[in-house]
């Protein structure tokens, strides 16, 4: 008989684990998700025909593995797309014969170059910070001078890394950390970055550095990369990535289509409620649809993507009193964004940069005004042209860090668009009369938490690891701040793991924990 294999999550690591072990056997696949959504927050959210990246999605990566499958799915363009016809742009097409064109194929990955910059103080610096004359200009040269010498003098005498602000400070020097790290960490995380643990730092920029920064500027100055093989760069550094021509979701609409056609179930809006253990493995698994009925599912092996806490929870009084207490600790940041159709951005282009519309060029902006809490701003026109109905209007997305219940959180839908555009307003982005419409989307659980008891999180592991059918993969699975090609490598682990039948879990933790990969080949 064939094996039945449940997969928890059609998110980026869900839909993968189906994927991969199509490929690999003849198993009975169901996929639960507990939403109407596919894709997880790596979804395209729609309103009124136009697109929404719900975080920001740049397709790149240093695994071989995981550009190969992307490319399989989405090929890259064959043809310019309709902004690179526009502004005349001299980018790698494909040569194969039958590479997508964007302007009739939706299967397509777009070659992006990456822009984005720091707004503080009213005006825009480079990020990553670049230690050039512009820079100098802006900050002025006393606390040029500051940055400076306190860079050298956490060269000579470096904090032991009890918190992320020491994990900064190391690399950054006290000045540049106050200036650019903490208040945006801050807001992102809703704690002090004196509370946080540092191998968020370690596994988000790992050896980023004032040197790696400065080295990067020189090798930009007389290199020209028209490939956008980066393994040589700083992840927090790159300069070109892929992306799809309708959004990250798109992609992922597809997979979740194909992976249908080869007979695999997905029942979208299908909560796990409940999972039970027989002699050390997980046997059933209930679920509750939107409709409030509940229904149960047999299970051979369990891939899941749901969130660490919900997965402890759903099986119920037979966890460990301090595994149980270690979960209930495990925190999150919650994840609204409020989509902003304009007329047009009151901010002006003084980049250089030729964009349609003369827009700014940035696909997103970090907002560091400590005035206001909106984190992060994203312009859609600029991750494809194809995400606004319209390219002559202003696509943008206003990014903000929450909890669920929280004051934001709690409002309304229209309260929360009028604060947003209120923001944007104070800090000079928009005018409120150039608003044509705007939605608002939520996401739970967006960013699994380095604080609370995360400290003791080996407890939940060990503890995981002793289930011998389930395989925890993606970013919630295991509590890590995954990239999306991390979270598909754990599936694609797992899959390779339960084709060959091995219950040792080793390597599905090991992503994005060696050394090496994040930053180097």
Known sequence: MKKKIVVIGAGPAGLTAAHELQNKGDYDIVILEATNKIGGISQTAKHKGNRMDIGGHRFFTKSDRVMKWWLDKFPIQGKPAYDD????????????????????????????????????????????????????????????????????????????????????????????????????????????????????????????????????????????????????????????????????????????????????????????????????????????????????????????????????????????????????????????????????????????????????????????????????????NNWSPYMPEDINNVWIGTEYFCEEGDELWSKSDNDFAEFAISECKKINVIAPEDVIDHCVIRVKKAYPAYFGTYKSFHVIREYLDTIKNLYPVGRNGMHRYNNQDHSMLTSMNAADLISIGSYDKTSLWEVNAEEDYHESK
């Open 85 to 380: 016809i526009k502004l005349n742009r001299d980018i790698p097409l494909s040569k194969a014969e039958d590479a997508p064109d964007p302007a009739v194929d939706d299967r397509v990955m777009l070659y992006r170059n990456r822009i984005s910059r720091i707004y503080f103080m009213k005006t825009f610096f480079n990020y990553p910070i670049t230690l050039n004359m512009d820079t100098i200009k802006k900050l002025g040269i006393v606390k040029m001078m500051k940055i400076g010498f306190s860079y050298f003098w956490i060269k000579l005498f470096p904090k032991k890394e009890i918190s992320l602000e020491e994990f900064f400070i190391n690399r950054f020097g006290k000045e540049l950390y106050l200036t650019f790290f903490k208040n945006y960490t801050e807001k992102v995380w809703g704690i002090p970055c004196s509370e946080i643990e540092p191998s968020w730092g370690s596994q988000r920029i790992k050896g980023l550095s004032i040197t790696k920064l400065i080295s990067h500027f020189f090798r930009q100055k007389f290199t020209t990369r028209k490939n956008i093989e980066q393994k040589d760069t700083e992840t927090s550094l790159i300069e070109q990535f892929l992306y799809p021509k309708h959004g990250p979701g798109s992609l992922w609409e597809a997979v979740a289509e194909d992976i249908e056609n080869e007979g695999a179930k997905i029942i979208m809006e299908s909560q796990v409620t409940g999972l039970s253990l027989e002699n050390g493995d997980i046997k059933k698994i209930r679920y509750k649809k939107s409709d409030g009925s509940e229904s149960e599912i047999e299970a051979d092996i369990v891939v899941s993507s749901m969130p660490v806490r919900d997965l402890i929870d759903s099986l119920g009084s037979v966890v460990p009193e301090d595994v149980k207490k270690v979960s209930d600790g495990i925190l999150y940041r919650d994840f609204m964004t409020c989509g902003i159709l304009l007329k047009k951005l009151k901010i002006k282009n003084e980049s250089g940069i030729n964009t349609i519309n003369n827009l700014v060029p940035d696909n997103w902006i970090y907002i560091q005004e400590p005035e206001v809490k909106i984190g992060r701003l994203q312009i859609f």
